[in-house]
C-alpha cells in the first residue's frame, strides 16, 4: 500500500518523509537510506512509532501504528 492508500487520519500523523540517498543491495546488511536528513538501516525507528521495515529495489517499506506502506524513491 501506499502512503497516499493510508486513512486520512493515518497519513496526517505521519511525519514527512524525505528520501536523500537510497542505496539497495542483494546483500540486506549493506543497504541503507538517508530519510530526513539521516542515515538508516532496516529495522530502525525513525521517529516515534514509524520504523524502517525494509529497504526494496525501488524505496522503502514502513511502518506505523500497525499499518505497513511502501514509499518511492524518485
Not at 36 to 40: I, Q
Not at 71 to 74: A, L
Given at each position: 500500500?501506499?502512503?497516499d492508500e493510508l486513512p486520512p487520519p493515518i497519513q496526517r500523523e505521519i511525519p514527512e518523509i524525505s528520501i536523500a540517498f537510497h542505496a539497495y543491495s542483494s546483500n540486506p546488511k549493506e543497504r541503507r537510506v538517508m530519510i530526513?536528513?539521516?542515515?538508516?538501516e532496516?529495522?530502525?525507528q525513525l521517529a516515534p512509532?514509524?520504523?524502517l521495515e525494509q529497504i526494496t529495489p525501488?524505496?522503502?517499506i514502513l511502518a506505523y501504528k500497525g499499518f505497513r506502506f511502501h514509499?518511492?524513491?524518485?
Open positions: 500500500m501506499a502512503l530526513n536528513g539521516d542515515m538508516a532496516q529495522g530502525e512509532g514509524l520504523n525501488d524505496g522503502v514509499q518511492g524513491v524518485r
